[in-house]
C-alpha cells in the first residue's frame, strides 16, 4: 500500500516506488516532517519526532519542518497559513485531529485551530510509479463571523540533512523565457513568483533541489511544481538548523479574501517528487506524470500552418487561400489564420474585443476560406484574445466598466489594450457565449488562446466582490471555468495556452490546453536553449515549435532550413515562415522534412525524453526519443560552430537495450547495423562539418544480441 499510518509510533508513511515520504505526530500536537528521499523503514524514524530546543531565542526548532504551519506562537518561518479571525486575533495554532484514507492514494490530515472553528485538511495524493506526492489543502471556516485569509499556501516541503542546497530553476523574459539558472542556497529566502496575474515569462513555478553534485544522469534531486495561473510564489527557505523548506502557492501579494461563514477554499496543486538518478530521470517523472494525470488528451500533433508572419494584420480571403494552397503542398495538415480577421482591426490600436468577422476582408464570410481550407485537406484554426479589449472598440464603448480599473484612475494601455474583469459574471458570460458562437458557427478545430497583457490597476467594479475572493484568484478560476465548459461543449476543438510567447505555462492550465506556445522567439538556435529549459518541467508533446524566416528578425541570423525544421521537429511542428517568398527548391526541401516528421512524430509526442548533450556546456546539443516499448528512437543532434578543423565526433546515446541490435538511419542514404552497448558507451558518429549544422538520426530495434 502506498500510504501507511503506524500506531504506536505516530508516524504517516507514503511509501512510492523508489521513494518514502515520511511525517509524524510529535508530543505537542504538531504535524512535523521527518523524511523525504530514497527509501527507509518508517519504524527507524521514531525518534525524530522528538522536540528541539536551542534556546529561548529558538525555543520551538521543530517548528521549522512543520508538514504544514499557520503563522502564531513559535513560528517566525514562511508561514504556510496567516488569518485574522473576527474578533481581529491574528494568531492560529493548528493542532492534529485525525486522518482518513478515502482511495489506497488519497490521504487526507485533519487539522484545526485550538479555538476557532476552522479547519484545516492537508490531502496527499500518491503517484507511487512516478515517485511523486500531489498536495493541496482545503480550508473551512466554520465560525459564525468571516474570516480573513492573509497567506494560504498549498504545501510545504522540507529538505532536513543536504549538507549543501542547490536551487535550479527558470527565469527569462519576452521572447527569451526558460533560462536555466543554478542558485546555492545559504540561511535566508530565495523567492521565486509572479505578481503580474499570470504564470509570468521572468519566473515559472517549477524548482529543483540537490546537494550541488547532481548531473543530468546522477544524484539525488527533489523537485516541484505549482498547478496555478496567476500570482503565485514559491520561497526557498534554509533555517540557520539547517533545514530546508520549500513553501508555495498563491501569491500574498495584493491576495488576501474573507472567508464566509461556512465556506471553504480549496488551494492549488503543488506536486513534489524525487528522483535517484539525476535530471534527466526528474523530467521523465514528470512528463509520465503529465501525460497521466495532467494533460488532457494524447492526439498527434497535427503539421500546422500559422499566417501571422506572412500577413500580420493585413488579412485577406483571397491571400489566406493563396496561402492555405500553398501550404498544403508542403504537407500541413492545420492552418490557422492568426491576429486581424475580426472587427476594425487594422492594427493593434482597434478592433480587440469585437469578435464578429471583418466584412471587407471577408465579404463572403468566414466560411469561404474554411471550405477552401477543408477540400485542401486540412482542418482550420483560429486567433483569438478573449481577455483584453481595444479602448477603440465597439465593446469598450458599450461597456467600459468591464475593464480592471480604479474609480479615480485611468487604466494603463499595454499593446494599447486593457484588461476585461474576468472576475465579472457577465464579463466571464460574455467571454464564454462569443466563443461558444465562434465554435457552433464555423467548422473551426483548433483555438490559439493568447493574452498580450499583464494585470494591472485591478479595481474593485463592484461592492459584492469584496466580500468574495480577491480580484487576482477570482480572474484565473473563471479562466479556468471557461476553458472546461468549451473544452466539453467541443471535445474536438484543440486548444492551446499563449500570453505573449511562454507567459502561461504551467500545471493548472495544462489541464485545460492541448498544447503550448512556449515564446514568440522562433530562432532556431535561441529554441534549443529555451526548449531544453522548457523540457525540464514540461512534457515536449505540448512543446509547439515554428519553421521561420533566416535571417531571421530577432537577431539577424542565417540558417539553414534543415537546421530550423530540426529544432522545430522536437516538439509540435509548426510553419509560421512567409512561404509565399519560399522557392520552389525550398518547398520541396520543406515537404521532405514535413513527411520525415509525420513518420517520427508518434515518438516524441508519446516517447521518453533523453537530454544528451547541452549548448550550456558544450558545442553540440542534442536530444534523444524512445519509444515506451523500446523498439523506436529518434535523435536530434546540432553543431553551432566549427572549430580547429574538421573531426569526429561522436554522441553516446542512453535509454537503449544494450543486448539488442539497432538499425541507425543517419540520413545518408545509408543504415548501419550497431548494438545498443556500443551506441551507448562508443556513440554514434556525427557527420558535421560547418557552422549551424543539425542531424536527425532514426533506430529501429531489430534484434536480440546472440
Not at 472 to 495: A, K, Q, T
Amino acid at each position: 500500500m502506498p500510504i501507511g499510518y503506524l500506531e504506536e509510533d505516530r508516524i504517516f508513511a507514503i511509501r512510492t516506488a523508489r521513494s518514502s515520504y515520511l511525517f509524524g505526530i510529535n508530543d505537542s500536537g504538531t504535524v512535523q516532517h521527518l523524511y523525504w528521499g530514497s527509501p527507509v523503514h518508517a519504524g527507524d524514524c521514531a525518534d525524530l519526532l522528538r522536540t528541539k530546543h536551542h534556546s529561548s531565542f529558538d525555543a520551538a526548532v521543530d517548528r521549522e519542518s512543520e508538514e504544514y504551519g499557520g503563522w502564531g506562537g513559535l513560528l517566525y518561518a514562511e508561514p504556510a497559513l496567516k488569518v485574522t479571525f473576527g474578533d481581529g486575533v491574528r494568531d492560529l495554532k493548528l493542532r492534529y485531529e485525525g486522518y482518513s484514507i478515502d482511495k489506497p492514494e488519497e490521504l487526507i490530515v485533519h487539522l484545526a485551530d485550538n479555538y476557532y472553528d476552522l479547519q484545516v485538511n492537508l490531502h496527499y495524493n500518491v503517484f507511487p510509479e512516478f515517485d511523486l506526492v500531489e498536495r493541496h489543502i482545503t480550508v473551512i471556516n466554520g465560525e459564525a463571523s468571516s474570516v480573513r485569509i492573509e497567506q494560504v499556501m498549498s504545501a510545504v516541503w522540507s529538505l532536513l540533512a543536504l549538507p549543501a542546497c542547490r536551487l535550479t530553476h527558470v527565469t527569462g523574459r519576452w521572447a527569451g523565457e526558460y533560462q536555466l539558472r543554478t542558485n546555492v542556497l545559504s540561511e535566508g529566502k530565495k523567492v521565486l513568483e509572479s505578481r503580474r496575474g499570470f504564470t509570468g515569462p521572468h519566473a515559472n513555478p517549477w524548482f529543483a533541489i540537490d546537494d550541488g553534485t547532481a548531473g543530468e544522469t546522477n544524484g539525488d534531486v527533489w523537485f516541484g511544481a505549482l498547478g496555478w495561473s496567476g500570482n503565485w510564489k514559491i520561497v526557498a527557505e534554509k533555517t540557520t538548523f539547517g533545514h530546508l523548506r520549500i513553501t508555495g502557492g498563491i501569491h500574498d501579494f495584493d491576495g488576501s479574501f474573507t472567508l464566509a461563514p461556512g465556506e471553504s477554499f480549496t488551494s492549488p496543486v503543488f506536486a513534489g517528487g524525487f528522483s535517484e538518478n539525476g535530471f534527466g530521470e526528474m523530467s521523465r517523472k514528470l512528463h509520465r506524470y503529465q501525460k497521466a494525470a495532467i494533460l488532457p488528451g494524447s492526439r498527434e500533433r497535427k503539421v500546422l500552418y500559422n499566417s501571422w508572419e506572412a500577413t500580420e494584420f493585413a488579412v485577406n480571403v483571397q491571400d489566406q487561400k493563396a496561402l492555405a494552397r500553398k501550404a498544403a503542398t508542403v504537407g500541413v495538415e492545420l492552418f490557422v489564420v492568426d491576429d486581424g480577421w475580426f472587427g476594425a482591426r487594422s492594427s493593434d490600436r482597434a478592433g480587440l474585443g469585437d469578435w464578429q468577422v471583418n466584412p471587407q476582408k471577408f465579404p463572403n464570410g468566414l466560411n469561404e476560406l474554411i471550405d477552401e481550407v477543408k477540400s485542401l485537406g486540412m482542418d482550420f484554426g483560429i486567433w483569438v484574445e478573449p481577455e483584453s479589449v481595444n479602448p477603440d472598440s465597439d465593446l469598450y464603448r458599450a461597456h467600459p466598466e468591464w475593464v480592471y480599473q480604479f474609480p479615480t484612475r485611468t487604466g494603463s494601455q499595454l499593446r494599447n489594450q486593457l484588461l476585461l474583469n474576468l472576475g465579472l459574471p457577465e464579463v466571464k458570460q460574455f467571454v464564454l457565449d462569443f466563443m461558444t458562437d465562434l465554435l457552433d458557427t464555423y467548422d473551426i478545430s483548433f483555438i490559439k488562446w493568447d493574452m498580450n497583457r499583464t494585470v494591472t490597476e485591478p479595481g474593485i467594479a463592484h461592492e459584492r466582490q469584496q466580500r468574495e475572493h480577491s480580484d487576482w484568484i477570482r480572474h484565473v478560476n473563471n479562466l479556468y471555468d471557461i476553458w472546461g465548459e468549451l473544452r466539453r461543449r467541443f471535445p474536438y476543438v484543440e486548444f492551446e495556452t499563449c500570453a505573449g510567447g511562454g507567459a502561461r505555462i504551467d500545471l493548472g492550465i495544462l489541464r485545460y490546453a492541448d498544447q503550448a506556445w512556449i515564446s514568440d522567439n522562433t530562432d532556431a538556435l535561441d529554441r534549443l536553449h529555451i526548449q531544453e529549459g522548457f523540457t525540464y518541467a514540461y512534457d515536449p508533446s505540448v512543446m509547439m515549435c515554428w519553421v521561420t524566416e533566416s535571417p531571421h528578425g530577432m537577431n539577424g541570423r542565417r540558417l539553414p532550413l534543415s537546421f530550423r525544421f530540426h529544432s522545430a521537429m522536437m516538439g509540435g511542428l509548426g510553419i509560421g515562415a512567409n512561404i509565399d517568398r519560399w522557392s520552389e527548391e525550398e518547398l520541396a526541401e520543406a515537404k521532405g522534412y514535413v513527411e520525415q516528421y509525420k513518420r517520427i512524430r508518434s515518438i516524441t509526442m508519446h516517447g521518453e525524453l533523453y537530454r544528451l548533450s547541452s549548448l550550456r556546456h558544450s558545442n553540440v546539443a542534442a536530444c534523444q526519443y524512445i519509444t515506451t516499448d523500446g523498439q523506436e528512437s529518434v535523435v536530434f543532434a546540432f553543431q553551432n560552430a566549427q572549430h580547429f578543423g574538421a573531426w569526429e565526433r561522436r554522441l553516446a546515446l542512453q535509454g537503449l537495450d544494450p543486448e539488442a541490435i539497432y538499425e541507425v538511419d543517419a540520413g545518408d542514404d545509408r543504415t548501419v547495423a550497431l548494438h545498443g552497448s556500443f551506441l551507448m558507451r562508443i556513440g554514434v558518429a556525427l557527420g558535421f562539418k560547418g557552422d549551424c549544422q543539425s542531424q536527425m538520426i532514426h533506430l529501429k530495434r531489430i534484434q536480440q544480441w546472440r
